[in-house]
Nanobody, 121 residues
Framework: QVHLVESGGGLVQSGGSLRLSCAAS????????IDWYRQVPGKERELVAS???????NYADSVKGRFLITRDKVKNTVYLQMNNLKPEDTAAYYC???????????????WGQGTTVTVSS
C-alpha cells in the first residue's frame, strides 16, 4: 500500500505564496499519477492539479498560471507551489495517489490526511 503525508498549509495573506508537500512511502510504482484536490465544507472535492509518472501535468482553470505541480523522484515527494493566492483558494488540500504496483500489478489508491490553506483578504 501507499502512505501519503501532506504538509505546508497555513495562513497567508491574499497575494502570498505557499508550497504544499505530499510525501509518499510504501509500495513501489513507476506507473502513477498524483493529484492535488481541495475541498471547502459543503462543496464537492475539486481537482486542482495532477502530475503523471512521465511528468505530464494538468491544472484546473482556476489555478492555471498561479499554481505549479512538481515532483522530486529521489524524495518521493510531490509539491504544489501556490502563488498569488486568493481568498477563494481557502480549502483543505489533499493529495491522491493512483497507480499500479510494480510488484504484483495491483491497483494502488491512497489519500493523504489533508492540509489546510487559509487565505485572508
Amino acid at each position: 500500500q501507499v502512505h501519503l503525508v501532506e504538509s505546508g498549509g497555513g495562513l497567508v495573506q491574499s497575494g502570498g505564496s505557499l508550497r504544499l508537500s505530499c510525501a509518499a512511502s510504501g509500495s513501489i510504482s513507476t506507473r502513477y499519477n498524483i493529484d492535488w484536490y481541495r475541498q471547502v465544507p459543503g462543496k464537492e472535492r475539486e481537482l486542482v492539479a495532477s502530475i503523471t509518472s512521465d511528468g505530464r501535468t494538468n491544472y484546473a482553470d482556476s489555478v492555471k498560471g498561479r499554481f505549479l505541480i512538481t515532483r522530486d523522484k529521489v524524495k518521493n515527494t510531490v509539491y504544489l507551489q501556490m502563488n498569488n493566492l486568493k481568498p477563494e483558494d481557502t480549502a483543505a488540500y489533499y493529495c491522491n495517489f493512483e497507480g499500479i504496483s510494480d510488484y504484483d500489478a495491483r491497483a494502488l489508491d491512497a489519500w493523504g490526511q489533508g492540509t489546510t490553506v487559509t487565505v485572508s483578504s
